[in-house]
């Protein structure tokens, strides 16, 4: 687990409690603009490199690590590629799969021959979804849209940008390091500036004509951000709260979802 | 002027004061009738009860006056920084500096308590977007908003990290309406791993070196940045004695605590002591009156000590109070249920804790910031709990979470599981709002049988 909110702090305390399991509470830091923070972050993924090591993993070469960053690079992008000929629903499987398979988790992901362009382009924004609230896509393409951007934390917005080849070659692990903790844009950032540099460009690039704020209701960091998203984009924003997988609380996002695109059509 | 210790209405401390006033009772220059800081709104301060010895009546003063004393500060040319959440570290390093002022415009989380909500902070939090299901510590939006509860500071600076979700968001919010913000990274503070030095940190905790490195090459980051602030330097000179100066502070509270806590009757109100503590974290923007009204507090609370006297039942039970309350009304209930606080963790024993001497001051600075009990695990707070429940002989705990507070949602729960099965106490859980008179016979009936449990213990 990660040190990013109060649940997953807390949640680790609760864990190691309560379980046997090896477990790993990694220190992510919220800032960003000093060498400082990212140097922090590369001595956490050396030490998450031992714990992994203790439990009889290999610790790679710098060759075999650069080896490995490229194959899940030419995935990425791959997977990339192939978003506007999947459904939002098979483009988010796909990264999901890859998150927890690796580049043998696509293979299922092939995508057609054909644009997928129908519907009402709408963004998705907010922390991570779990498999099961994937019918989200669904819902937004059987009421007329489709997510064109899918900025959720499991999403699009989860994977981190093309690594430098230059720069792997030189020290993979620094790479790694500039790639994921320097390219992943997230509300819990401080300051969290560069989300909506990214936001902006990425809305403005795929034509997109509203946003979905998903976000589960005890997530204080995605919740602070709503009011500001709104006074931000000139785009309609539809707020979906959840806070369990209950069916009148689907049928309550449902109902939201197909409300807001209808005024969007 | 000294007559038996007991807790008075605001009105009976007015009479009072005439009193104090006609014995030629000499008062600071912020002194004066306590229910002139209900003119200015603070409602609260009706329906509270208050210790009545001339040392209270100075420490209250003080605190509702520090609005006036920042704003005359800055009239003066002062230079003021606002900190944010570290809770007691980044002041010792502003008041080393000549000329600055610090204080935490966290400490607007009071305001709607206070001024029982009149003065519509949590309102223009809510239009913000921070509703209800963030912490009250929301309404420091609302006075940065409304500039009327404290002079903006010039430079805001904030810790953020393992700190909580909630003030995270609301400082993010309050950059985002155009307030630049310093932020410094505080990591989760963690054990030693095979092959990393340990180093001890105030208050018993531990930490690898390398995140004291961490810290103190952030704490470096600010003292570059508070020097070109203040126009001056900030050498290690000025640091030690800012840090002698905090130790003072720290070593009189310290006294105070034992005193109020292992006396045989309560010398001192759990309302005074817990302002008194508050004092600590960023000494109410005056580093010296601030050792001036606790010197005084002691002195009373020694002499009632000295003579026996005190306050409440000599039964009472003696409760240890985890987590500031959001109604400083509750400390009152308490002693009205029949309980008195015997130990308190409020979230910042770091502040309390006497800073190490025989360090460079930017270590010894850097210890005390990971000390926080709050950058830690649930299970490291439970057992400071655990050692200062023993110390102060504690016979009942309550933990009182703060509403809308991400963190307390599941920390309680652990602290809860742990000192029950460290030391086999009642543990109660409550929540406090800002206002809890619409659950104030609620909240009694649970204190009461808190109480009851404690008692009915004694008779095993």
């Known amino acids: 687990m990660t040190t990013l909110c109060d649940q997953m702090r807390r949640g680790f305390d609760v864990l190691i409690r309560r379980c046997d399991a090896a477990s790993f509470l990694m220190n992510v830091p919220s800032t960003w603009q000093n060498l400082a923070a990212q140097n922090l972050y590369v001595d956490e993924l050396r030490r998450l490199g031992r714990f992994l090591v203790g439990l009889g993993g290999k610790s790679p070469t710098p060759a075999g690590l650069a080896e490995v960053m490229l194959e899940y690079d030419a995935v990425r992008a791959s997977i990339r590629a192939s978003r506007a000929y999947l459904s939002a629903r098979q483009y988010a499987e796909a990264i999901a799969a890859f998150g927890r398979d690796g580049p043998d988790g696509i293979a299922n992901y092939l995508p057609g021959s054909a644009l997928l362009n129908s519907g009402v382009p709408l963004a998705i924004v907010g922390g991570p979804l779990m498999w099961s609230d994937f019918d989200i896509y669904d819902v937004v393409e059987r009421s007329g849209g489709r997510i064109v951007l899918d900025a959720t934390e499991t999403g699009e917005r989860g994977m981190c940008g093309p690594f430098d080849r230059r720069r792997i070659r030189e020290d993979p692990l620094a790479e790694l390091a500039n790639a994921y903790f320097g390219g992943i844009q997230d509300a819990s950032r401080r300051p969290n500036s560069e989300l909506y540099r990214w936001l902006a460009h990425e809305l403005a690039a795929r034509a997109v004509r509203g946003i979905i704020c998903r976000r589960y209701v005890w997530c204080d960091t995605w919740h602070a951000e709503l009011q500001r998203l709104k006074e931000w984009t000139d785009l309609p924003v539809l707020d979906i709260d959840v806070a369990g997988n209950t069916e009148i609380e689907r049928q309550r996002w449902q109902n939201r979802i197909r409300a807001f695109l209808e005024t969007l059509t | ?460």
């Open chain 2, 1 to 460: 002027m000294r007559d038996i210790p007991e807790q008075i209405t605001l009105r009976q401390w007015d009479q009072r004061y005439k009193q104090m006033q006609k014995a030629g009772i000499a008062q600071p220059g912020y002194g004066g009738r306590l229910s002139r800081h209900v003119e200015d709104g603070d409602q609260r301060l009706l329906k509270l009860r208050y210790d009545n010895s001339a040392a209270a009546l100075r420490l209250w003063n003080f605190l509702l006056t520090e609005e006036d004393r920042l704003r005359e500060a800055r009239d003066r040319g002062k230079k003021i920084v606002g900190t944010m959440k570290d809770l007691g570290t980044v002041p010792v390093m502003a008041y080393s500096l000549d000329d600055v002022v610090a204080f935490y415009p966290d400490g607007a989380w009071w305001i709607p308590c206070v001024m029982e909500l009149n003065a519509g902070l949590l309102s223009i939090a809510d239009s913000l977007g921070i509703d209800e299901s963030f912490c009250p510590v929301r309404a420091m939006l609302g006075a940065f908003v409304t500039g009327a509860h404290f002079p903006i500071p010039e430079l805001l600076i904030c810790s953020v990290g393992a700190t909580c979700d909630d003030f995270s968001a609301i400082a993010q919010r309050l950059n985002s309406l155009g307030y630049p913000i310093l932020w410094w990274e505080i990591p989760h503070r963690r054990e030693r791993e095979p092959g990393e030095e340990s180093v001890k940190l105030p208050g018993g905790f531990s930490a690898p070196r390398c995140q004291v490195e961490f810290v103190k090459s952030e704490l470096e980051r600010l003292r570059r940045a508070l020097e070109e602030f203040a126009g001056q330097r900030l050498s290690d000179e000025k640091l030690s004695a800012g840090i002698k100066k905090a130790n003072q502070v720290r070593r009189l509270l310290a006294e105070l605590r034992r005193l109020v806590f292992t006396a045989r009757l309560c010398p001192m109100p759990a309302l005074e002591m817990l302002i008194a503590e508050m004092l600590a974290i960023h000494f109410c923007s005056d580093r010296e009156e601030t050792i001036a009204v606790l010197k005084e507090l002691l002195a009373e609370v020694k002499e009632r000590v000295k003579s026996g006297t005190g306050l409440l039942s000599a039964d009472a039970a003696k409760i240890f109070w985890v987590n500031p309350v959001a109604d400083l009304q509750v400390m009152n209930l308490l002693e009205d249920c029949g309980g008195r606080i015997c130990g308190t963790e409020y979230l910042f024993t770091h502040a309390l804790d006497a800073i190490p001497r025989d360090l460079p001051p930017m270590e010894a600075l850097a210890r005390m910031a990971l000390a926080d009990p709050m950058v830690g695990s649930s299970a490291d707070r439970a057992h400071r709990i655990c050692q200062e429940i023993r110390r102060f002989d504690a016979e009942a705990v309550v933990i009182s979470r703060i509403p809308g507070a991400s963190h307390c949602a599941l920390e309680g729960q652990i602290i809860g599981e742990i000192v029950q099965a460290e030391l086999d106490v009642p543990v109660l859980e409550i929540e406090v709002p800002s206002l809890t008179d619409s659950i104030a016979q609620a909240l009694r009936t649970r204190l009461e049988a808190l109480v009851e449990a404690v008692r009915e213990r004694r008779k095993r």
